[in-house]
């Protein structure tokens, strides 16, 4: 049988997604199932008073036997038009119940994944999510199909089979009954149960078909121009020609178990034709016992290989469902804050920030951040420099609660930001990312991330301060233009001047500047500076920059080596220090001239 405990978790979330209105149609099918079931089992008998009324001579004659011929006749073909209709409308309540489920646990996946923690997604292909989704609708699907079109029908219309068969007072039939059901079982049993590591590598080598594909289409542009094309569709291959071998590795199973359900079918129906017979030859079972009996053992086989199927599916779709499960089970991050609303001060149009004894490294035994201290005055801009992998893009990560510190705190405005509700957080936060992400929305859309509510008035005014407003208007339906997959119809410079924007239209309380104009060409790039520093004056800003003379105009800045601060004070004392700040000024110099 499947595995219990898979295929219980399995059927836990299927429940747990199904709403009211999924379970009615669910109620409604198992009503159809019941009548099914019942019309199915009981038309051979039906059959098997006609037969014998034919058979058997009326007392008044010929014509005695016509009327209740002709009513048993009539209740035989209404027994089989009500159960071709049940089972013909029993789909249609069936598939609403899956979509509903499935767009429930689409929606449940969507939900969790955007409170899992960065450390978990960083380690997953986008592709491996998007398919272990597939795969569990493909599960759910196959689930539901089989316990209220397979399973729940088959259980009854066998259950009512072997207490008519019961009725003709022939024992060996009904152990014959039983015995043959218990052989089935038994067989598909030992088949599912030698079958279930062929379905978990299909699902495995599945996941990473997908994945590579995946990435071969995020990655296209990548991959011609350093001509790894053909190593990719090599890759591909080879992982397509693995799933390939697991899928006839479990076709091979399949076909095993097929046999032997084969040889206990020969075997029933030889051994229901000897007894009957006997039975017929000794006076002991009419002719319409003779095809009730016979009709049975060959209508069993059905219901029992769909029970065989259904085991076998079942046990397949847990296997599917598993990455899903996984990923569910997976902790999210901590949205809530732990302090009350009392102790919250409401957002400030300029914030404080405060780093206290802050440590972190993505790997823990691989510090970036070492016992860092750092305050960030209201009102002014602080400018954080470094080489690279002195930890300056690490603190925006731990400053929007992307990643949590090791050791040590973060406060703004005097509060532990992990008092505070991310969304809370993160709306006070305006961001300009070093890699501008959009999506394949609108323009409009785009930088009204996360502001669904925002004017277009608003929106176009955050436009003109980010110098993007000339390019948008000349688009084919201006704000309303729609980008590309990740905005690849922009430059790079296009996309962070629409961050710019994105950040503008916040009015945060504290602005994050990521390397903000690291794709601007040197003319766009000062018209850009100058109005960021309109923008922030009197705002809390936060800067991360390689390139120093882009923070030149910095109230301070706090130079990074080796996870903590090295050196502090505006660009002229820095200079004067002739300190590392320095030396990163010259080499910038220098290579520029």
């Not at 019941?34 to 006609?50: C, D, E, N, Q």
């Not at 732990?338 to 823990?364: C, I, M, Q, V």
Request: charge should be positive; include cysteine; hydrophobic fraction near 50%.
């Amino acid at each position: 049988m499947p595995n219990l405990g898979s295929l219980g978790s399995a059927l836990h979330l299927i429940r747990t997604s199904a709403d009211r209105t999924a379970r009615l149609n669910a109620m409604g099918a198992l009503l159809l199932v019941v009548l099914g079931g019942t019309l199915a089992a009981g038309s051979p008998l039906a059959l098997k008073h006609l037969v014998d009324a034919m058979a058997t001579p009326a007392p008044g004659g010929a014509g005695g036997t016509a009327s209740p011929t002709l009513l048993l006749g009539a209740a035989y073909l209404v027994m089989l038009v009500a159960g071709r209709l049940a089972s013909d409308v029993r789909p249609l309540l069936v598939s609403e119940v899956e979509q509903r489920v499935i767009a429930a646990m689409r929606q449940r996946f969507f939900a969790h994944l955007q409170r899992l923690p960065m450390s978990y997604l960083v380690n997953r292909r986008s592709s491996e999510l998007v398919h272990a989704v597939d795969l569990a609708i493909a599960g759910a699907q196959a689930t539901i199909s089989h316990l209220t079109n397979s399973i729940a029908p088959v259980l009854i219309e066998l259950a009512l089979m072997a207490i008519i068969l019961a009725q003709l007072h022939q024992p060996g039939l009904v152990a014959l009954f039983v015995a043959t059901s218990a052989l089935y079982l038994a067989a598909f049993a030992v088949g599912v149960m030698r079958q279930r590591p062929a379905i978990q590598a299909m699902s495995a080598a599945s996941l990473d078909v997908y994945a590579q594909l995946g990435d071969g289409i995020s990655h296209v542009e990548t991959l011609r121009c350093f001509g790894a094309s053909d190593h990719a569709e090599k890759s591909l291959d080879v992982a397509s020609s693995h799933l390939r071998s697991q899928w006839r590795w479990f076709n091979r199973l399949t076909l095993q178990s097929a046999l032997a359900a084969s040889v206990i079918f020969a075997a029933t129906l030889a051994a229901c034709f000897a007894i009957a017979s006997n039975a017929v030859a000794q006076g002991r079972l009419s002719v319409g016992g003779f095809v009730l009996a016979s009709i049975y053992m060959l209508q069993m086989v059905r219901p029992l290989e769909v029970l065989g199927a259904a085991a076998r599916d079942l046990s397949r779709a847990a296997g599917f469902m598993r990455p899903l499960l996984g990923i569910l089970a997976q902790p999210t991050e901590t949205l809530t804050g732990n302090s009350s609303a009392a102790d919250r001060k409401p957002p400030t149009t300029a914030s404080t920030l405060r780093l206290e004894n802050l440590h972190f490294g993505y790997d823990p035994q691989r510090p970036i951040i070492r016992g860092l201290d750092l305050d960030v005055l209201a009102g002014r801009t602080t400018a954080i420099v470094g080489r690279s992998g002195s930890g300056k893009s690490t603190l925006v990560r731990l400053l929007l609660r992307l990643y949590e510190p090791q050791a040590g705190r973060i406060l703004m405005d005097g509060l532990p930001i992990d008092s505070l509700q991310v969304a809370e957080l993160r709306t006070r936060i305006g961001l300009v990312p070093q890699d501008t992400s959009l999506l394949q929305a609108s323009v409009s859309s785009n930088i009204a991330l996360g502001l669904p509510e925002a004017r277009h008035d608003a929106i176009e005014c955050a436009a003109r301060r980010a110098q993007i407003h000339g390019l948008i208007a000349a688009l084919p339906h201006g704000y309303g233009t729609l980008l590309g997959d990740r905005g690849q119809t922009l430059s790079g410079g296009e996309r962070q001047r629409l961050a710019i924007a994105r950040a503008m239209l916040r009015e945060p309380s504290l602005y994050v500047l990521d390397e903000p104009t690291s794709m601007l060409d040197a003319k766009t790039e000062a018209a850009v500076l100058q109005s960021l520093r309109e923008l922030t004056a009197g705002c809390t800003t936060l800067v991360i920059a390689h390139r120093l003379s882009t923070v030149m105009h910095a109230d301070e800045i706090v130079v990074l080596d080796g996870g903590r601060v090295h050196e502090r004070g505006s660009h002229a004392q820095l200079l004067a220090q002739n300190g590392l700040y320095a030396q990163l000024w010259r080499q910038q110099t220098d290579s520029a001239a």
